[in-house]
């Protein structure tokens, strides 16, 4: 059994997950994903953890971002 089994962490997208408001301001490509938030749902994963990615983005802008997430 692992320390997270059964616990489901869903964590909004934009400026929580990954600061994008500069670049959403600026008209730039959302930054990626940092090592440290990876490194930590990495972990939280691998000891049983699910995590989802909440956001009120539509469907289309999200499939963009999820291979940096997943």
Do not use: Q, W
Not at 8 to 19: P, R, S
Not at 20 to 41: M, Q, Y
Request: proline share 6%; aromatic share 8%; glycine share 6%.
């Amino acid at each position: 059994m692992g320390k997270f089994d059964r616990v489901l962490l869903a964590c909004d997208f934009d400026n929580t997950l990954v600061y994008t408001e500069p670049a959403l301001v600026a008209g730039e490509p959302i930054p990626s994903l940092s090592p440290e938030n990876r490194a930590a749902l990495e972990h939280f994963t691998a000891n049983g953890g699910h995590f989802a990615v909440a956001t009120r983005r539509a469907l289309a802008a999200s499939r963009m971002l999820s291979s940096d997430v997943s």
